[in-house]
Nanobody, 116 residues
Framework: QVQVVESGGGLVQPGGSLRLSCAAS????????MAWYRQAPGKQRELVAG???????NYADSVKGRFTISRDNAENMMYLQMISLKPEDTAVYYC??????????WGQGTQVTVSS
C-alpha cells in the first residue's frame, strides 16, 4: 500500500502563492488516482483538485484558475501550485491516493494559512 506525506504549507498573505508537495512511497505511484482535499475549522473536508492515473484533472469551482495540480510519476510526487490565495483558502490540506481497487490513503495534512 502507498504512504503519502504532505509538505509546503505555511503562512502567506492574501494574493500570495504556495506550492504543496505530496511524496508517495511503498507502492507503484503511477497506478493511483491522486487528489488534494482541504478541511477548514468547523467545516467538512472537501475536494480541492484531483488528477487521475491518465493525468485528467478536475478542480473545485472555488479554486479554478488559481490552483494547478500536477504529478511526477518518475519522482513519486504530486503538487498543488496555488496562486492568488484568499483567506478562505485557509485550511489543512491533505494528500489523497486512491488505489485501482478503490482504497483511500491519506497523509497527515499540512496547514495553509492566508492572512495579513
Amino acid at each position: 500500500q502507498v504512504q503519502v506525506v504532505e509538505s509546503g504549507g505555511g503562512l502567506v498573505q492574501p494574493g500570495g502563492s504556495l506550492r504543496l508537495s505530496c511524496a508517495a512511497s511503498g507502492s507503484i505511484f503511477s497506478i493511483y488516482d491522486m487528489a488534494w482535499y482541504r478541511q477548514a475549522p468547523g467545516k467538512q473536508r472537501e475536494l480541492v483538485a484531483g488528477i487521475t492515473r491518465g493525468r485528467s484533472t478536475n478542480y473545485a469551482d472555488s479554486v479554478k484558475g488559481r490552483f494547478t495540480i500536477s504529478r511526477d510519476n518518475a519522482e513519486n510526487m504530486m503538487y498543488l501550485q496555488m496562486i492568488s490565495l484568499k483567506p478562505e483558502d485557509t485550511a489543512v490540506y491533505y494528500c489523497n491516493a486512491v488505489s485501482p481497487r478503490g482504497y483511500y490513503y491519506w497523509g497527515q495534512g499540512t496547514q495553509v494559512t492566508v492572512s495579513s
